[in-house]
């Protein structure tokens, strides 16, 4: 089982609707969970961070966190073509030693 | 916006050639490391430090050295390239202490080629 888990995708939404992006963790001790935007051929750019149960919003993007369940989401809501990009969920090792383990990506397509 | 920066953008070398990749950051981040990432493909961590004389290997193993003699700079280097070697070479930092570890900003890249 991979440490950070995300479905792959392709995952297509129509424009204007809400884009659900899902992870599931493995290791149950950790503390920071991020989810960054990645276009194609550029580096990661951070969207949200979130560290406490439950959900933080910052503008159209969501980020939900239920650590007894071990997943973290991302909702982008009214999706616009430009939120097409592979989006990585990354989690804090439990060791303290500050290292993040990312998932593989989902890629979002957004369809005009 | 971070203000972290990656020489060059793009190599494309032969075959036995030493490289260095330079990484460095404004931002007075102690913490900083280096990614490795083919086309499609997942993050993986090849070196990190978390201050000034402080390096360590990352989960994917690598024939890269690393070195922190300063804050703000944190070069790679490639004693002999090899076409293996090929891939997207991604440097970031962050600030903060365990347990919260906070965000990690990367800068633009180095696209390595080699023949």
């Known amino acids: 089982q991979k440490e950070v888990e995300q479905n792959s995708g392709p995952l297509s939404v129509p424009e204007g609707a809400i884009a659900s992006l899902n992870c599931t963790y493995s290791?149950?001790?950790?503390?920071?969970f991020f989810w960054y935007r990645q276009y194609s051929g550029k580096s990661p750019e951070l969207i949200m961070f979130i560290y406490s149960n439950g959900d933080k919003e910052d503008g159209r993007f969501t980020a939900q966190l239920n650590k007894a369940s071990q997943y973290v989401s991302l909702l982008i809501r009214d999706s616009q073509p430009s939120d097409s990009a592979t989006y990585l969920c990354a989690v804090s090792s439990n060791f303290g030693n500050e290292k993040l383990t990312f998932g593989t990506g989902t890629r979002l397509t957004i369809i005009p | 916006e971070a203000d972290i920066y990656q020489t060059p953008r793009y190599l494309v070398i032969g075959t036995g050639k030493k490289i260095t990749l330079e990484c460095s950051q404004t931002m007075g981040h102690d913490k900083m490391y280096w990614y490795q990432q083919d086309p499609g493909m997942e993050l993986h961590l090849i070196h990190y430090s978390y201050g000034v004389n402080s390096t360590e290997k990352g989960d994917l193993s690598s024939e890269s050295t690393v070195s922190r003699i300063r804050t703000e700079h944190f070069p790679l280097t490639l004693e002999s390239a090899r076409p293996s070697h090929t891939s997207q070479y991604l440097c970031a930092s962050s600030e903060g202490s365990a347990p919260i570890v906070r965000s990690q900003y990367f800068g633009p890249g180095t696209r390595l080629t080699v023949l």
């Open positions: 290791d149950r001790g950790s503390q920071s």
